[in-house]
């Protein structure tokens, strides 16, 4: 049944909505708004003679807020106290503010990205990441709340089988979030951008972005290669722009090959080789610095610019 048949226009021209159309909306069971109703009373206010109850727009402001404060961990009881209580629009900002205050430490936070993960909320699950970036800064977000949470979707894909679209859905948002964070930076510390890229066939990339932004907080300029960056490439740029130092990410052991870094041209000043990633063995890098988190990654190339 297409939504329109769902719901109709008041008296005064507000939109009325249906049980129905308002779990949809929600992305909830409508056995679950009728259970809300019945213990909690955040039920539908309109009523006319001979129909069923319908829900107005205080009604569904009342209703999202209920749900944000669920999905963040807060008891149902309490959660509906507080959705009862609140009088007026629900803007991203209001929910966002009332469940971080509730997130007070770095494991409660990710718990509630996980839960938020597996609702699909695609815009809460940017307004608290996009809230903890500002607050945080790129290295501890990126330590404390993204690393963990992809490490806890990883397990769950893992053990379960199911899920790979609450990875994508999360990994779209952090890599689109952290492109912003690496905008064009003013007078940046370096001349010559360092070098950032995904080693021969490696297809995982976030870990480049995140220092690609780290970077860009530095007032460092990066030149960002990506995924699978053949070592061709990496050496043509070498030639032509004398990066003060190359990043090389390998997420995978395939990708980690360490004969390749002796294919990176010889130039005056030699850049700061920087390996990062699982990819690498160790026991065989002896030509670079393999680091083992960003802010390894970010303190061996502000050494190489003499930052």
Not at 87 to 99: L, R, Y
Not at 178 to 204: D, F, K, T, Y
Request: aromatic letters at 4%.
């Amino acid at each position: 049944m297409a939504e329109n048949s769902l719901r109709k226009e008041t008296q005064n021209g507000a939109e009325a909505l249906t049980v129905a159309a308002v779990a949809r909306r929600l992305g909830v069971a409508p056995a679950t708004l009728r259970t809300w109703d019945r213990r909690y009373g955040l039920g539908p206010s309109e009523h006319s003679t001979g129909e069923h109850r319908r829900y107005n727009g205080g009604d569904l402001a009342r209703l999202t807020l209920m749900r944000k404060l669920v999905i963040a961990g807060v008891s149902p009881a309490e959660a509906a106290q507080r959705a009862l209580a609140f009088d007026g629009e629900v803007s991203a900002d209001q929910i966002a503010n009332s469940i971080t205050n509730d997130v007070a430490i770095r494991e409660e936070l990710v718990e509630t990205l996980i839960r938020a993960a597996r609702a699909y909320d695609r815009n809460f699950i940017e307004e608290l990441l996009r809230s903890e970036l500002s607050a945080r800064g790129i290295t501890n977000t990126w330590n404390e709340v993204i690393v963990p949470l992809l490490i806890l979707i990883g397990d769950e894909w893992a053990e379960s089988g199911t899920g790979i679209e609450i990875e994508h859905l999360v990994s779209e948002i952090i890599k689109r979030l952290l492109q912003e964070a690496n905008s064009s930076i003013h007078n940046p510390i370096n001349a010559r951008p360092v070098l950032l890229a995904c080693i021969g066939e490696e297809m995982h990339s976030l870990a480049l972005y995140a220092l690609g932004a780290a970077l860009s907080e530095r007032k460092i300029a990066t030149q960002f290669l990506g995924a699978r960056t053949p070592i061709e490439a990496i050496s043509a740029v070498v030639k032509r722009s004398a990066p003060p130092a190359i990043f090389l990410w390998a997420q995978l052991d395939r990708n980690g090959n360490t004969e390749v870094l002796g294919e990176i041209p010889s130039i005056r000043p030699a850049p700061r080789v920087v390996l990062g990633g699982p990819g690498w063995d160790r026991k065989e890098v002896k030509s670079a610095v393999l680091v083992d988190d960003l802010l390894d990654a970010c303190e061996e190339i502000m050494r190489a610019v003499g930052a």
